[in-house]
């Protein structure tokens, strides 16, 4: 069974910088890529970031490029997000999910929730101004 669980979350103050990070297990964790999403209250679930199977490339929603930053330890099944100058816009439950094993040619990579067939609980960040 497939298992990811995010951690990480909490309550900081505009421009400060949080980690959070996400264990998958029941798979085999570096032929998939692993995405974060982001709900915020009242909106629809929106993609942050991925980074793709194999070789890791990240890709990011232009909201956050240049702030956030996704790394993965394939050694620990383990996802990171990296969210620096933090804005109260970035308050959202933050979800990773696993991707269906697909193969993305360079430039391309999952970015619909559909593309993916495994999520976790989500994790809270919330912003203050």
């Known amino acids: 069974q497939v298992q990811l669980v995010e951690s990480g979350g909490g309550l900081v103050q505009a421009g400060d910088s949080l980690r959070i990070s996400c264990v998958a297990s029941?798979?085999?964790?570096?032929?998939?890529?692993m995405g974060w999403f982001r709900q915020a209250p009242g909106k629809e679930r929106e993609f942050v970031g991925v980074?793709?199977?194999?070789?890791?490339?990240?890709y990011y929603a232009d909201s956050v490029k240049g702030r956030f930053s996704i790394s993965r330890d394939n050694a620990k099944n383990t996802v990171y997000l990296q969210m620096n100058s933090l804005k109260p816009e970035d308050t959202a439950v933050y979800y990773c999910?696993?991707?269906?094993?697909?193969?993305?040619?360079?430039?391309?990579?999952?970015?619909?929730?559909?593309?993916?067939?495994?999520w976790g609980q989500g994790t809270q960040v919330t912003v203050s101004s």
């Open positions: 029941g798979r085999t964790f570096s032929a998939y890529a």
């Open positions: 980074s793709t199977r194999n070789d890791g490339r990240t």
């Open positions: 999910a696993s991707d269906r094993g697909r193969t993305y040619y360079y430039g391309t990579y999952p970015r619909g929730e559909r593309e993916y067939d495994y």
